[in-house]
């Protein structure tokens, strides 16, 4: 599986944006698919994450309830709605491929930059 990210920008705190992670490979909705994020200077964290149903779905405190993860099989794309942005959002945001429910993420995207002003 290959991934490919996008979305990332420049955005005022309070604003919105929305990534996507295009996905190669016909078995793609198989996966446990996850969005990380790394800011300058601090190791990777994990962001949000989802089944390959879209049924089950996991957040990190810190973006529960302004986050929203989803995906669509059909197109291979798994997007990380991104609301009420605010400075600590600032980060590279990369997405994942896992085969074992999230226990480990065999797959990655190479990162779009997320940069929220203040």
């Known amino acids: 599986v290959q991934l490919q990210a996008s979305g990332g920008g420049l955005v005022q705190a309070g604003g919105s944006l929305d990534l996507s992670c295009a996905a190669s490979?016909?078995?793609?909705?198989?996966?446990?698919m996850g969005w990380f994020r790394q800011a300058p200077g601090k190791e990777r964290e994990f962001v949000a994450a989802g089944s390959w149903s879209g049924g089950s779905t996991y957040y990190a405190d810190s973006v529960k309830g302004r986050f929203t993860i989803s995906r669509d099989n059909a197109k291979n794309t798994v997007y990380l709605q991104m609301n009420s942005l605010k400075p600590e959002d600032t980060a590279v945001y990369y997405c994942?491929?896992?085969?074992?429910?999230?226990?480990?993420?065999?797959?990655w995207g190479q990162g779009t930059q997320v940069t929220v002003s203040s």
């Open positions: 994942a491929a896992s085969a074992s429910h999230g226990r480990r993420y065999d797959y």
């Open positions: 490979g016909r078995t793609f909705s198989s996966y446990f």
